[in-house]
């Protein structure tokens, strides 16, 4: 099982991102999907996640992102986005796509397969 994170960087205040997961090693399209973040000096932080096709695709969010940022999947390419727009300084951290075979969790345990991340740094 691999999950390769990338997109991260350095952006502004009010900017956006994209962060890709491209999955290999298990059917995708069984899997649930998530982002999960960690500041420096704090502990790994719930992002978003999507449930795998047959759970039709349900997404959620932290209330700490949700309607700036967007999770989706692509099944064909076996690939994980997060869309994030009007970054805050406090969004940085490194971004880790973890993937699950069962229904979506809200946590950050519980997660069977692990990226090795990526940063995003948020600052003018």
């Known amino acids: 099982v691999q999950l390769v994170e990338s997109g991260g960087g350095l952006v502004q205040p009010g900017g956006s991102l994209r962060l890709s997961c491209a999955a290999s090693?298990?059917?995708?399209?069984?899997?649930?999907m998530s982002w999960v973040r960690q500041a420096p000096g704090k502990e790994r932080e719930f992002v978003a996640a999507i449930s795998w096709s047959g759970g039709g695709g349900s997404t959620y969010y932290a209330a700490s992102v949700k309607g700036r940022f967007t999770i989706s999947r692509d099944n064909v390419k076996n690939t994980v986005y997060l869309q994030m727009n009007s970054l805050k300084p406090e969004d940085t951290a490194v971004y880790y796509c973890?993937?699950?075979?069962?229904?979506?969790?809200?946590?950050?345990?519980?997660?069977?397969?692990w990226g090795q991340g990526t940063q995003v740094t948020v600052s003018s």
């Open positions: 090693g298990f059917t995708f399209s069984s899997a649930a």
């Open positions: 973890a993937a699950r075979l069962g229904v979506a969790v809200t946590t950050t345990h519980r997660w069977d397969y």
